[in-house]
């Protein structure tokens, strides 16, 4: 089965870290750009950063740069988000999700998503 | 960096047609994709690349661009449907990428 799980959530204060994974099945995970979005209690979808299939390249949003670093084990299947220096702002469900094109030319949007894991900020 | 906008909500009676509108300077020159989302689960992407509809996702999702506005249309909608929707896009890039804030679809 094609799917995408999280794990790694949880309660942290402000200023700590946490480590999410992102654990792929049923496709070949090597191949996909795959991202991190995140989604803020009541509020709307907000993309957090992305990584090429070879962690060529990497990007973030402006919210988390400096903080929030991307990263993948293509031998594992397995995408990770390190946060540090955590606010209360980040408190959100974090979604895994791959890009949806697998060739050039590129389509930068989301195809599959994992059923995200909760990150809570607060002392 | 840049913005879409959509409307917070829209309303309509079962068997009627839903239009949903997301604008944004950016739309002119790169495609918009839509996802729906209910309550609960992870977003559904039901529109690629302004109109394309993904296999599985029910012909009465259509999508159209104008400019620098893009339309959802769900003809015949159905209580099944309602849902949050977002549109979204990104950079020619890939290294921005945005989403709308959303539109909470309610079927009366």
């Known amino acids: 089965e094609v799917q995408l799980v999280e794990s790694g959530g949880g309660l942290v204060k402000p200023g700590g870290s946490l480590r999410l994974s992102c654990s792929a099945s049923?496709?070949?995970?090597?191949?996909?750009?795959m991202n991190w979005v995140r989604q803020a209690p009541g509020r709307g979808l907000e993309w957090v950063s992305a990584i090429s299939s070879s962690s060529s390249y990497i990007y973030y949003a402006d919210s988390v740069k400096g903080r929030f670093t991307i990263s993948r084990d293509n031998a594992k299947n397995s995408l990770y988000l390190q946060m540090n220096s955590l606010r209360a702002e980040d408190t959100a469900v974090y979604y895994c999700?791959?890009?949806?094109?697998?060739?050039?030319?590129?389509?930068?949007?989301?195809?599959?998503w994992g059923r995200g894991t909760l990150v809570t900020v607060s002392s | 960096s840049y913005e879409l906008t959509q409307p917070p909500s829209v309303s309509v009676s079962p068997g009627q047609t839903a239009r949903i509108t997301c604008s944004g300077d950016?739309?002119?020159?790169?495609?918009a994709y839509w996802y729906q989302q209910k309550a609960g689960q992870a977003p559904v992407v039901v529109i690629y690349k302004d109109s394309e509809r993904p296999s599985g996702i029910p012909e009465r999702f259509s999508g159209s661009s104008s400019g620098t506005t893009v339309t959802l249309t769900i003809s015949g909608v159905q209580a099944e449907d309602e849902a949050d929707y977002y549109c979204?896009?990104?950079?020619?890039?890939?290294?921005?990428?945005?989403f709308g804030g959303g539109t909470k679809l309610t079927v009366l």
């Open positions: 049923g496709f070949t995970f090597s191949s996909y750009y």
């Open positions: 979204q896009s990104a950079d020619s890039s890939g290294s921005y990428r945005v």
């Open positions: 999700a791959r890009d949806g094109s697998v060739t050039s030319p590129f389509y930068w949007y989301f195809d599959l």
């Open positions: 950016a739309l002119s020159k790169q495609y």
